[in-house]
């Protein structure tokens, strides 16, 4: 199997689709008429599931490279990252908001969620890339000694 590193432009638009879908969802945290404690929710949601979704790609990422990985934590994982999504999903249910603005937060979140497993991934790949290439380059030969 051949390693190859994400290119620079996938890298990029990970990148810039995590920072758009976080700013886009913090914007509209910070510019959302609600109370203190619910936008504190929503903040809190948001980090908990790019956490819970990045250790959840580690994890898999680390059982398909054969790292031990152990089950509990594995379980664990799966089950932190659906609960974030379900605690989102239950907040804009019984949220009093327009259904235009529940849908914005849920596509940002989406789109946070997704990007932080793409540029997660991108890491990963680069490291595995980088570290394949070093340990597989062939020494430099001196051209008098095979003359």
């Known amino acids: 199997m051949e390693i190859q590193a994400p290119t620079k432009s996938y890298i990029i638009a990970s990148i810039a689709a995590l920072i758009i879908g976080a700013g886009?969802?913090?914007?509209?945290?910070?510019?959302?008429?609600?109370?203190?404690?619910?936008?504190g929710y929503y903040l809190c949601i948001i980090l908990y599931g790019l956490f819970s979704m990045v250790s959840l790609q580690k994890t898999i990422r680390d059982k398909a490279e054969g790292i031990a990985t152990s089950k509990i934590y594995h379980s664990l994982s799966w089950a932190s990252a659906g609960i974030s999504i379900a605690?989102?999903?239950?907040?804009?249910?019984?949220?009093?908001?327009?259904?235009?603005?529940?849908?914005?937060?849920?596509?940002?979140?989406?789109?946070?969620?997704?990007?932080?497993?793409?540029?997660?991934?991108?890491?990963?790949?680069?490291?595995?890339?980088?570290?394949?290439?070093?340990?597989?380059?062939?020494?430099?030969?001196?051209?008098?000694?095979?003359?």
């Open 87 to 147: 605690l989102l999903a239950i907040g804009l249910f019984n949220a009093e908001l327009l259904l235009s603005e529940k849908g914005f937060y849920a596509m940002a979140y989406v789109l946070s969620i997704f990007a932080a497993v793409t540029v997660q991934k991108n890491v990963r790949d680069k490291q595995a890339f980088e570290s394949h290439e070093t340990t597989t380059v062939e020494p430099l030969q001196d051209e008098l000694l095979t003359e």
């Open 24 to 39: 886009a969802y913090g914007i509209g945290l910070f510019n959302a008429d609600m109370a203190l404690n619910e936008k």
